[in-house]
């Protein structure tokens, strides 16, 4: 096989008069953990559809190890384990019963897939409520039950969307882990998500899209320093003048600060930190007043802002399909 897990090329996918992919070049390599990161309804999750052929190619070339999406989508199905952002398990039916299930679908015969179903649920921790009615699940439990399904036939290659949308710290924790572990045992991860700390923690690299463009590219490291070495953040006192703030800075450092107007938080981007001194002095000569200061490496919060000009707005309740006229997307195994 290639030693790309996924090679893809001028992605386009259109939804009536909406773009709601717009060329897109992905390149995972085999044994990393590719984050692709965006706000929603950017168009993360179409992107991953395409690649694991629910959704047809408009334009563009992708291939999956080596193997052509739109060409041979039943062989690119044998190779790749799909979790969406809902989970796919039967209500009617115990953990136990759901991956024996998944497994014969699958054409496992019935002795392999009781087998493969107690190894799963020892590895995801969910012996103890193997056989509790799925209604009885937590959030937690139940992604870590869509997740152990679609490993059943251990696929080479991963697409997890939004793996920990709506879990409690603790649980997001735990299946950080199990993401990890996978990667551990030799499988390829490409993962979306809206939450800048996951990015940071999980991906090797990562795709930053916007309104279904990527608009950068790199590993954690390469995107932070892409901002400068450190980060001034200002918060500005209630009565400040922004405007005038932001033209003292971007006279000062010929470079335009990130402003969040409604909190008064402003971000400069320093090439060394000694350079916030002259930032402070220059406000305080200006009559800017501020409420607090800090100065610390950039985050991908900082990166993201600077990109897009906008957070990923992770906070709300949307998702891609609220932008797009595309079906809610089911867990492929």
Known sequence: ??????????????????????????????????????????????????????????????????????????????????????????????????LWLFGRLQGVPAKQARATAERLLGQFALEEAADKAISKFSGGMRRRLDLAASLISRPPLIFLDEPTTGLDPRTRGQMWDTIRGLVADGCTVLLT??????????????????????????????????????????????????ALAVDVVRRLLHEEPVLTPESGRMNVALAEADGAADVLVSLRRAGVSIASVSVDRPTLDEVFLAITGHDTGQDAETTDESRTDEPAMETAR
């Open 193 to 242: 998500t809206q939450y800048l700390d996951e990015a940071d923690q999980l991906a090797d690299r990562i795709a930053v899209i916007d309104r279904g463009r990527k608009v950068a590219e790199g590993t954690p490291d390469e995107l932070k320093s892409s901002v400068g070495n450190s980060t001034l953040q200002l918060q500005l006192a209630a009565n400040a003048d922004q």
């Open 1 to 98: 096989m290639s030693k790309h897990a996924v090679q893809a090329s001028g992605l386009v996918k259109t939804f009536g008069g909406f773009r709601a992919v717009d060329g897109i070049d992905l390149e995972v390599r085999r044994g990393e953990i590719f984050g692709v990161l965006g706000p929603n309804g950017a168009g993360k999750t179409t992107v991953l559809r395409m690649l694991a052929t629910l959704l047809s190619v408009d334009e563009g070339h992708a291939e999956i190890f080596g193997v052509d999406v739109r060409r041979e989508p039943h062989r690119v199905r044998q190779l790749i384990g799909v979790t969406g952002q809902y989970a796919s398990v039967d209500e009617n039916l115990t953990a136990r019963e759901n």
